[in-house]
């Protein structure tokens, strides 16, 4: 039996995304960074064949490992030009069309975001309202830093963590 028609009631996945921010001031001045489904104006995009939403990414790739359909790569890689440039929240809503296909549905998720920068505390509410929206489940979102180290600590980029709840439909 595959790990999607398993019989178990619910089944919880975690993943981790990674971009960095661009380093093309073209690409800084024609694109806005997307975090949490939400646009940060002012603020250094990240790279990516996408928009670079580690917390949507890190979201995706949760839902995918709890239910096994696979995981980003596999499901929106570079090798599926269709998919280029899409938005983290097109990817949630595909991720969660795919789990409701499956017989899941999404219990709740939360993801945590790693970085100096943006400062996401003031619209940490409205990241997890849209997230949730999105999702169509609860979605707590929250943030921190790595006290300078790593590629985080030095300002390079973003990191997310995720862990996604789904149970059987």
């Given at each position: 039996?595959?790990?999607?028609?398993s019989?178990v009631p619910f089944?919880?996945?975690?993943a981790v995304?990674v971009?960095?921010f661009?380093?093309?001031?073209?690409?800084a001045?024609?694109?806005?960074?997307?975090?949490?489904c939400?646009?940060?104006p002012?603020?250094?995009?990240?790279?990516?064949?996408?928009?670079?939403d580690?917390?949507?990414?890190?979201?995706?790739?949760?839902?995918?490992?709890?239910?096994g359909?696979?995981?980003?790569?596999?499901?929106?890689?570079?090798?599926?030009?269709?998919?280029?440039?899409?938005?983290?929240?097109e990817?949630?809503?595909?991720?969660?069309?795919?789990?409701?296909?499956?017989?899941?549905r999404?219990?709740?998720?939360?993801?945590?975001?790693?970085?100096?920068?943006?400062?996401?505390r003031?619209?940490?509410?409205?990241a997890?309202?849209?997230?949730?929206q999105?999702?169509?489940a609860?979605?707590?979102?929250?943030?921190t830093t790595s006290?300078?180290?790593?590629?985080?600590?030095?300002?390079?980029?973003?990191?997310?963590?995720?862990?996604?709840?789904v149970v059987?439909?």
């Amino acid at each position: 039996m595959s790990e999607a028609n398993s019989p178990v009631p619910f089944r919880i996945g975690q993943a981790v995304d990674v971009h960095a921010f661009t380093t093309d001031p073209q690409v800084a001045r024609d694109k806005t960074l997307m975090l949490a489904c939400l646009a940060w104006p002012g603020e250094t995009p990240l790279e990516g064949h996408s928009d670079g939403d580690v917390a949507a990414h890190a979201v995706c790739d949760a839902i995918l490992a709890a239910t096994g359909l696979g995981e980003m790569g596999s499901v929106f890689g570079t090798s599926r030009p269709e998919w280029a440039g899409a938005s983290g929240e097109e990817f949630l809503r595909e991720v969660v069309r795919m789990a409701t296909e499956a017989g899941w549905r999404v219990g709740n998720a939360t993801v945590q975001v790693v970085g100096n920068r943006p400062r996401m505390r003031a619209r940490l509410p409205e990241a997890c309202a849209r997230m949730s929206q999105v999702v169509g489940a609860p979605v707590q979102v929250s943030a921190t830093t790595s006290d300078g180290l790593g590629f985080t600590g030095r300002s390079e980029g973003l990191a997310a963590s995720a862990v996604a709840l789904v149970v059987r439909a």
